[in-house]
């Protein structure tokens, strides 16, 4: 059997249309900069346009792709099918859809507000689900077996730990004496609904695979990263947190030619903190 099997062909994305949520800053703003670079006509979403502009104007300067930003609130149902009828209106097609709008909240354990549950599940699952399918149509279209479209849904490590995740005083991502309670447990269903997307879409030509990033810099780690990062890197066995190539360049794999056998996946983007058993490692060495 002949194939090519040259970078060039596994790795070709100058007829991507992507869409990227929560595109404006953090892990979505570092997708959105890997497609552009390689060539991919990309749209980014969130709710502030400022950051929205500055973002797209910031990657369109590096070419050679082309980024365009919506503006968009999917916090319930109702926001998701405007951000789809926007999209309807710009493009006839997507091949990759990133679902990365999320959010986290921090509460004391016996304080945590029933908001801090609902707002996670809107935006961590629901929006997920909601958008996915508005973008059906888009999606399937000249989607093929060797050339699936892809939906990639971002997750976190949060929702495979079983950790306590109260802050403790020598530090953490959220204040200490408080906890991202509903945070894990939003991520898990993301996980969850990602595996039952990836067995109803496959017949369709849409692959689903689910990203779980450890820490990497956003705003959503921004307090954590200002307050604690010597903390948070000695929990990595590299040294480092993670960075937008590690973050970008697995988006990149799970949307070209290489990937388009896989459905289904989690992959686990924490530089091996978690099932490493480094932290374990750490404490015992402390002990010492």
Known sequence: MSSDLSVSKLFDFSNHVVLVTGGATGLGEMAAQGFVQNGARVFIASRKEAELKKTTDRINALGPGKCEYIIADLKDKAGCEGLVAAIKAKTDRLTVLVNNTGATWG?????????????????????????????HSLLTKGATPQM???????????????????????????????????????????????????????????????VCPGVFPSRMTNYGLEKFMDTLVAGQPTGRIGVPSDFAGTILFLSSVASAHMTGNVLELDGGATRSGWRGKRARQEKL
């Open 148 to 210: 699936p479209s892809r939906v990639i849904n971002i997750a976190s490590m949060a929702g495979i730990m079983t950790s306590d995740v109260t802050a403790s005083d020598d530090g953490g991502l959220s204040a200490p004496g408080s906890g991202t309670f509903s945070y894990g447990p939003s991520k898990a269903a993301c996980i969850h609904l990602s595996r039952i997307q990836s067995s109803k879409l496959a017949p369709h030509n849409i692959m689903v695979n689910c």
């Open 107 to 135: 509460a004391p354990y016996d304080d945590f507000p029933e908001s801090g549950w609902d707002k996670l599940m809107a935006l961590n699952v629901k929006s997920i689900f909601y958008t996915t399918v508005g973008l």
